[in-house]
C-alpha cells in the first residue's frame, strides 16, 4: 500500500474526502514550488499534483501553458523535476508529513527520458503515481507493466464522453485513483460545474473500487462542496497557478497560495 492507498484509506476512515491541489514545478522556480507545496499541505491539500513542464501542453488552458513556458524558461527539465521532488520529500518527512506525490506529464517527455528509467528514478525521490495526459488506457500496457513492477500508481483518466467500455478498461488498467475530467476542452477555472457530472461518477463507481476525483474547472469552494458530495476528492489547479502567477517574485506568493488553500477546505467543512 503506498502513500496514495494509505491517503483515502484514513480520510474514509474520518468520512472525509481529498483536496488535490496542482502546481507547475518550477515555477517559477524549484526552490518556489518547493516552498509552496509544504505550505499548501500545512494549509489543508491532501494530494500534491505536480505538472511536469512540456512545451506543447495541449489538453491545459492558458494558466498552466503559462506556467510550463515560465518553468521552461526558468531551466525546467524532467530530471530536475525529480531531483526537486527528492528534496521536497526530503522536507515533508523532516516535518513527518506524509502527503502522496503525483506527476501529471505528457507521453513525450516520458519517452524521451525512458520510461523505465523515469518510473524507477521517480519512486526512488518520493513520487507515488504518474498521469500521463495523452496516453489512452487502451495503449497502456508497457506503461502498466512498469507501474506494478515499480510500485507507482498508474493514474487513468476519464472525460463525460467514456463508453462504459473504456471505463472499465481504465478501472483495470489504472491504480491509485481515477481522474474524471469535469467537461471537454482544456483545464481552466470556470464558473460552474455540469450538474450532469454525478452521473458520470456513479457509473465510473460502478466500475472500479478506487477513488475517483475530479478535476478541470473546480476552483472555488463551493466547487468542492459540490464535488466531493458524490466523488472521493477535488482537484484544483489553473485557479492556484493563476494565484502564483500573479505573485511571482512577491515576498507574499507562498502565503496567499496557503490563505487559498485554506478557502478551498471550507467547501469540505460546508458538505458535512
Not at 491532501?46 to 505538472?51: A, F, M, R, V, Y
Not at 503515481?129 to 502498466?144: F, H, R, S
Not at 468542492?224 to 476528492?233: P, Q, S
Request: one cysteine or more.
Amino acid at each position: 500500500m503506498n502513500r496514495i492507498d494509505k491517503c483515502f484509506a484514513k480520510l474514509k476512515e474520518r468520512s472525509d474526502k481529498a483536496l488535490l491541489c496542482f502546481l507547475t514545478s518550477g515555477d517559477p522556480d524549484f526552490a518556489t514550488t518547493a516552498d509552496i507545496v509544504e505550505e499548501i499541505i500545512s494549509a489543508g491539500a491532501d494530494i500534491i499534483e505536480l505538472g511536469v513542464p512540456y512545451s506543447d501542453p495541449l489538453a491545459d488552458g492558458p494558466s498552466i501553458q503559462a506556467a510550463s513556458q515560465r518553468a521552461l524558461q526558468a531551466g525546467a527539465t524532467v530530471r530536475g523535476v525529480l531531483d526537486n521532488v527528492k528534496k521536497i520529500r526530503e522536507r515533508l518527512q523532516a516535518e513527518s508529513a506524509d502527503a502522496p506525490i503525483v506527476l501529471m506529464t505528457y507521453f513525450n517527455p516520458l519517452q524521451k527520458y525512458g520510461m523505465q528509467r523515469f518510473a524507477e528514478d521517480a519512486v526512488r525521490g518520493g513520487v507515488d503515481g504518474v498521469i500521463i495526459v495523452d496516453l489512452p488506457p487502451e495503449e497502456a500496457g508497457e506503461w502498466k507493466s512498469i507501474c506494478d513492477d515499480t510500485g507507482l500508481a498508474g493514474i487513468m483518466l476519464l472525460a463525460p464522453t467514456s463508453t462504459k467500455d473504456r471505463i472499465k478498461v481504465a478501472a483495470n488498467m489504472g491504480s491509485g485513483f481515477i481522474y474524471c475530467v469535469s467537461r471537454m476542452g482544456v483545464t481552466g477555472a470556470r464558473s460552474d460545474v455540469p450538474v450532469e457530472l454525478q452521473e458520470l461518477i456513479e457509473n465510473i463507481k460502478s466500475a472500479t473500487d478506487l477513488p475517483v476525483v475530479v478535476g478541470f474547472g473546480i476552483s472555488k469552494p463551493e466547487h468542492v462542496e459540490f464535488v466531493t458530495r458524490f466523488a472521493d476528492g477535488a482537484v484544483v489547479g489553473s485557479a492556484l497557478v493563476n494565484i502564483i502567477a500573479e505573485h511571482a517574485g512577491s515576498q507574499e506568493l507562498v502565503c496567499r497560495a496557503g490563505q487559498f488553500v485554506k478557502e478551498l477546505r471550507t467547501g469540505m467543512a460546508r458538505r458535512e
